[in-house]
Every structure is written in structure tokens, then in C-alpha cells.
């Protein structure tokens, strides 16, 4: 028996990926990342992820030992992912830069939106995520505080914008950038999300319009023509 | 020498049964011992007064299941919910839960329904022809204050990809309903003076899609800062930064009632 699940372990891998050696952790990985994102959090089972991979459970516990080590750890690849796009910061920006980290931002989120989308949904997970000191997005919230200062540098803010405003919009800025994927999943058919991830960029952006200066406001109507008119190219979504 | 071992470690879940005995995080298993350690069919005083005073309020049993059943996911989320415990905590038996509700996703699905409808007969009138953005307020703050009284239940239906998807038809419903009354808010409060209407319709759809999201998913940004119980509390920062998507179409008045408003986000 176990020499038969080792063969089959060998077969898949091969099947998967001729050249490169591809370990059983990042297998496994790889494999849940597509089950939670066609089947949700909730009702993903190690066993499931162990026959589909042609593994026995063990197998598996012996690399995750629940099910939420394998989320925890597919949400820290995404951030660290997310984390390279922010680091693409620079005092340069405007709001068309602006507009493509969010996109990039968007389609990282469609690419873990299983794992995305669950993201403080279940009470208990959070908890046990707060007991384990996995609260790991003050980095990226700080980064978005950063964005409303550069843009106010460069002139793309209200210049009687008060600090309030400016504060709230941050955080509304962040808030559109982690949850407009799940409002997507609610106002559009499955199908249609796909289709639907420049204009989400464009929703995350327009977070900030409120407090856009004019010539922030022009940048913003001209991404928005192209959007709407489905202008932008190489629109499809990385995979 | 392992009967001692045992009772020593009854007691302490015992006495605290609210906040479990610390151990590795994770889920707890099914073989974990309910809260009370009571042999089963020795109804505690308090839960048969629970009963008996249901009863009397003309309160089904049902009911009963789905109103402590909410309470527990309140504090466990959905995940963690079982039915021995919910059985236990009303003196009752598995079997006398399984009959109402088979699964405890039947049980999860009708304390859903429950919060749909509550919020329907709680929001559905307030937009009225007086409407201002105070009014605005408070219509929002109402719906957020039903959301907090679900939240076990509403934060999965908001975030597990399998709800999402099963339930994707009557979310779109939803959401064009929302589109509907909060357009007519829009023209209410354009009539009424406190604001300018948003003439480009991609930048309207673009408002109302933003002010949704914030309104649906701030408790779950909210759970990632603040521990559950104080929801209630920081809830009004959050409305409040929902109402910052109208700044740019405010009028003199709006602006006024807004100032007031703005003080909420800090």
C-alpha cells in the first residue's frame, strides 16, 4: 500500500511538471489552491485534497496538520506576492501608476480568491489566527497610507482635503483593494468575474476620488474611458 | 491515577466553559467534550427556565434552536459550530435538534434567511422623501447593526467562496435591489437640496458599487483590528466612511451635515 501511493505521488508529479522538481509541500499547495477556489474554505477536506492527489491523508498532516495551516500558508504567499507589487512604489507616482498596481493587485486577487475572499469570514479562524500572531497586514496597510502621501506630494490630492478625509480615505482605499473581489462574487454571475478585473481596479481606484485634485480627477476620467471602452490592452488576466 | 488526571482537567472547562482551555490553535475535534459536563439528560435549572419561558412566549422550539444557535456562531463562527454543543447548551438532546434541522447547515441557512429578513423589515421603509444625509445615516447604520447581530453567520455568506457561489443568484438580486433604493436616495437627496446629481451614470454605478462594498464587508476589515465584541463600537466610523463617497457631490447643506458626520472616522 504505501509503496503504491508513492508511485502514484511520482506519477502525478511527472504528469504535472516534466522538467522541474516539484516537492510534495508545493504540491499540495497548488492542488488547494484550486479546490478552495472552486469549492470555498468551508467545505475543503484534507481528504479530498488527498485523493485527488493521489496521497493518503497522512501524507498530507504531515506537511499541514489542519486544513487552516494550508490557508494560512497559501495567504502568505499571496502576501508575499502582493508585497512585491507594493514595493514597485516610488515617488514617481500618479494616478495612472496607481491604476496598474491596483489591476496587478486584482488579478493576484482572482488568482487566491478562494483564499482571499475568506479573509476574516469565519470568526473562530480569526481568532486562532490572532492567538498564533499571524496578523501580518500592517505592512501593507501602511504602504496604502503611503500611496495618499505620495499623491498628495504630487499634487493629485484636494488641497482642502482635511486630515480626516484624508485618513478615511486610505483606509477606504485598502478596504475596496482586499474586498472588491467578493462584492464581484456578489453582483456578477461566477462567469462574468473574470471579465469584470480591469473595472475592478478601476472601483479600487476610485476609492480616492473624493479627495482627487482636478488634474487627479482628468487622470482618473481618461482610465475610466478606457475601461469602459474595454480599450486597455493585453486585458487578460495573468494566470 | 488517570481518573484524577481526568477530573482535573474537567474542571477547569468546566468553570470556563466560555473561554475554552488554551491548546494549539486549530480546530477543535469532534471527540472534544462539549461545555457542560452534566450527564446528558440531566437538564440543567437554568436551560429548562430558558425553555419554560420560551414556551410561554409562545416560542417553538425551533425558534428557540435558531435563536441560541446564533448566539454560539456569534462567538465560534460557523466552523467551529456543532450541534452537540448547541444541544447541551439548551438541555437538549442531538436528536431533538436533528429533527428540526437535519445538518447544521440547515441550521446555518435558516439563521441566514432569518437575517435577510430581518433586515428587509427593518430597512425596507426608511427611505423616505424627507430623506438627508443624517437619515442616510442611520439607514445604513441600521442594516450594519442587523449584520453585527448575525455576524457568524453573515461574515461566511460574505466570504467563503462555496456560499458566495451557491448563493450567487440572490446575492445579484440583492444587490441590484440595493442599486435601486440607493439610486433613489441619490435623486431624494438631489431634490431635497443637499446634493448635486452625479451626472456621469459610470461614475454613479462606480459610487454606489463602492459605497456597497463598504457597507457589506467593513465588520470583515473590522475582525482583522478588532476582537468581535467591539463591533457595535467602531461600527459608526465605518458608515461614516461609506458617506465619504457623496463628498464630491455635496451641497452647502450636505456638506453642513456631513461635517458632523466626518468626526465619527477618527
Known sequence: MPAKTKSSTQKHAAVQTPQEEVSTREMILRRSLELINTKGMVDFRIDTLATSLGLSPGNITYHFSRKEDICVALWEQYLEEYGKVVRSLTTLLDIKQLYLLNRINIHLNYKYRGVVVFRSADLGAMRRDLEAGRVNEDEHFAISRRVMTLLGQNGYLEKSATKEIIEGTHIYHYIMMRWCINFAYQAYTPEEVEAKLDYLALMSLHALYPTLSQKGRDEFAEILSKVSADNLSGDRPVK | ?266
Open chain 2, 1 to 266: 491515577m488517570s481518573t484524577q488526571v481526568k477530573t482535573q482537567q474537567q474542571q477547569p472547562q468546566e468553570a470556563d466553559a466560555v473561554n475554552p482551555p488554551k491548546r494549539r490553535p486549530g480546530r477543535p475535534r469532534k471527540t472534544d467534550k462539549p461545555a457542560s459536563t452534566e450527564p446528558r439528560g440531566v437538564k440543567s435549572e437554568a436551560a429548562r427556565k430558558t425553555r419554560l419561558a420560551a414556551k410561554r412566549a409562545g416560542t417553538s422550539t425551533r425558534e428557540l434552536i435558531i435563536a441560541s444557535a446564533n448566539e454560539i456562531i456569534n462567538r465560534t463562527g460557523v466552523v467551529d459550530f456543532r450541534i452537540e454543543t448547541l444541544a447541551s447548551s439548551l438541555s437538549l438532546s442531538p436528536g431533538n435538534i436533528t429533527y428540526h434541522f437535519p445538518k447544521k447547515e440547515d441550521i446555518i441557512a435558516a439563521i441566514w434567511e432569518e437575517y435577510l429578513a430581518v433586515l428587509r423589515d427593518t430597512t425596507e421603509e426608511m427611505i423616505t422623501p424627507l430623506l438627508d444625509i443624517k437619515q442616510l445615516f442611520l439607514y445604513f447604520r441600521t442594516a450594519a447593526a442587523k449584520a453585527i447581530s448575525y455576524v457568524g453567520v453573515t461574515t461566511y455568506y460574505f466570504g467563503d467562496m462555496g456560499a458566495l457561489l451557491r448563493e450567487n443568484e440572490a446575492f445579484r438580486r440583492q444587490i441590484e435591489r440595493g442599486r435601486e433604493l440607493v439610486f433613489a436616495g441619490y435623486d431624494t437627496l438631489v431634490e431635497n437640496g443637499y446634493m448635486k446629481p452625479i451626472e456621469n451614470p459610470e461614475i454613479k454605478e462606480l459610487t454606489f458599487d463602492s459605497q456597497m462594498t463598504m457597507l457589506r464587508w467593513w465588520i470583515n476589515h473590522a475582525l482583522t483590528k478588532y476582537p468581535e465584541q467591539d463591533l457595535p463600537a467602531v461600527m459608526d466610523k465605518y458608515i461614516a466612511l461609506s458617506l465619504l463617497q457623496l463628498v464630491p457631490y455635496l451641497t452647502e447643506a450636505g456638506k453642513r451635515q456631513f461635517a458632523s458626520i466626518v468626526n465619527l472616522i477618527k
